[in-house]
């Protein structure tokens, strides 16, 4: 560039939705990189050639522009598809967003509580034209699909007059009113045969959610139950990472157009893809203590203390401190954040223990992480401890290798009176073991569990000598798990020297080392 060139001011904006959310990279003649960020740069550059990049959800725009005078450049942000139906995005329509709205006000299954919160499930394709050609037959998309209490016991089946649902244009809507706490959405899995032949599985998952309270204390909110909402597109079957969870006041229900929905859906986004940016409007709405959208403020603390951000440290604490009051202190995330938090701030970890696993994946990472040192922070034998090696990692929601769909309670009750309780959590030893019962089929159900294969791998490479806490470390899993993985190992060795397929780090000289651990 010649340096006596006129010097012009270029503005370079992004419009449209999700605009906070486009990355604007400005190149000179030179291709090199002279100005980078979000939504906006306001620049004073010589005149010249200049080239404009930008990029939102996998969709990257290239522009170029000759500066020769004050330029005001808008780029429009391309087509955003989500599986939020909201009224700006491509992937919403109105056979959608209006079936959305009307099931979000009424309940689609009779629950009995009138003072509680909500659980609101609305699944659905792309458009028409995919469930055309992905489902032929119109099955139901709640097939395979369950809600559990915090027992995980049965409480609905996605199925029959417990939904509404229109397989023509694919969508289907589940809406129950419910007391506070935490419940599990069960997938059993699906097989299918994709447009190449080839077959297909989609494992078995599942997802806690959670039923919010607010404080009576709270002034100036239109309720004080929430409404917790999830969305979730459909292929084959379920597209689990491109799921979207928003918390709304119960009687409101989904709104299609709130712009605060637009903002959550680009942080998730944002927070999947490993980036940690809070556009500077939801750090004002904190400023100004706007919390109408509790799930704004779960998110955008999430995304901060995960991140080495260190600009806004004063007003995450106060969003860490409102939070309890908004959600209830007893939430599994609002603990979960604590630990965060104090992770973040180099502060002691406060004194809470987790039995149940929380909605945000970071946070039942962060008390894996605290675990190491405090492993009272897991209660011993409690649903958390026993997911904490069976976790997905493919959205920034908690989910999980489940067990198998345990019988509704009604079921249970009237073949056992009095035995449903039974059926509650196992500790972790028995549930690797599962339902083999002879030494043989115990010692190869072992050998197939991913904790055992990576603890053994370790044990094999590691010459140093181990504890528990650093094991514990590197496999990312509680110290207890640790244990009693060992315990069990060491409890059915001679079980697995008779496995023909045993890997070559099952051998003497290791479970030597096992039993040194301990």
């Known amino acids: 560039m010649n340096s006596n060139a006129p010097t012009f001011k270029l503005t370079v904006s992004a419009v449209g939705v999700m605009s906070d959310f486009a990355h604007l990279t400005v190149y000179n003649g030179f291709l090199e990189d002279i100005a980078r960020g979000y939504e906006k740069l306001d620049l004073n550059l010589p005149q010249g050639l200049y080239s404009i990049t930008l990029k939102l959800d996998g969709n990257i725009i290239k ?12 780029i429009p942000t391309p087509p955003v598809y989500s599986s ?75 199925e029959g007059d417990n939904i509404r649902e229109d397989t023509d244009t694919g969508w289907m809507a589940f809406h129950a009113v419910l007391p506070i706490g935490t419940y599990y959405l069960h997938y059993s899995g699906h097989k299918f045969n994709s447009e190449d032949g080839g077959a297909n599985d989609i494992p078995p998952r599942e ?43 119960r009687k409101h229900g989904f709104i299609d157009n709130d712009e605060g929905n637009y903002r959550i859906d680009g942080l998730r986004h944002k927070f999947h893809n490993g980036v940690y940016y809070l556009p500077e409007k939801v750090l004002l709405e904190f400023e100004k203590g706007q919390w109408a959208s509790p799930m704004k403020g779960l998110l955008a603390a999430y995304v901060y203390f995960s ?71 897991i209660v011993d034998d409690s649903l958390l401890e026993d997911i904490t090696d069976k976790l997905y990692c493919d959205m920034v929601w908690t989910s999980y290798l489940p067990e198998p769909l345990p019988a509704a309670k ?6 056992t009176p009095g035995a449903w309780w039974t059926d509650g959590i196992f500790n972790v030893v028995e549930r690797i073991i599962g339902d083999e019962t002879t030494p043989e089929e115990i010692g190869e159900r072992l050998l197939k569990s991913q904790t ?43 079980s697995i020297k008779d496995v023909k397929s045993k890997p070559d780090q099952f051998n003497i000289s290791n479970i030597n080392k096992l039993k040194s651990i301990q």
């Not at 039923?211 to 459909?234: C, H, I, N, P, R």
Request: aromatic share 10%.
């Open 452 to 494: 055992v294969s990576t603890l053994l791998y370790y044990i094999e490479k590691l010459n140093d000598d181990l504890n528990v806490n650093d094991l514990a470390s590197r496999l990312q899993i509680p110290p207890n798990v640790v244990r009693k993985t060992i315990n069990h190992i060491l409890a059915f060795s001679d």
């Open 410 to 415: 009604k079921q249970v009750e009237e073949a």
């Open 63 to 74: 522009e170029h522009v000759r500066l020769t005078e004050d330029t005001n450049y808008e």
């Open 84 to 158: 939020l139906v909201a009224d700006r995005f491509e992937s919403s329509h109105e056979y959608y967003t209006h079936n959305a709205q009307h099931c979000s006000l009424e309940p689609t299954v009779q629950t009995g509580t009138t003072e509680g919160g909500a659980i609101f499930l609305f699944f659905r394709y792309t458009d028409l034209d995919k469930r055309k050609e992905l489902n032929t037959e119109q099955h139901s998309l709640g097939n395979g699909f369950s809600l559990l209490d915090a027992d995980r016991q049965v409480l609905y089946r996605l």
């Open 307 to 377: 991140s080495p951000e260190t600009d806004n440290e004063l007003l995450f604490r106060n969003v860490a401190q409102d939070l309890p009051a908004l959600l209830g202190e007893d939430t599994p995330d609002v603990k979960a954040l604590q630990v965060m938090a104090a992770q973040y701030y180099k502060d002691p970890i406060p004194e809470v223990t987790l039995s149940q696993p929380c909605m945000f994946l970071a946070g039942v990472r962060a008390v894996i992480r605290a675990s190491i040192k405090h492993p009272d922070i």
């Open 207 to 249: 997802i806690p959610l959670q039923v919010f309270k607010s404080s009576a204390s709270l002034q100036g909110l239109s309720d004080k139950y929430w409404q917790t909402q999830v969305f979730l597109t459909f292929g084959y079957g379920p597209i689990f990472p491109s799921m979207s969870v928003f918390i709304a006041p």
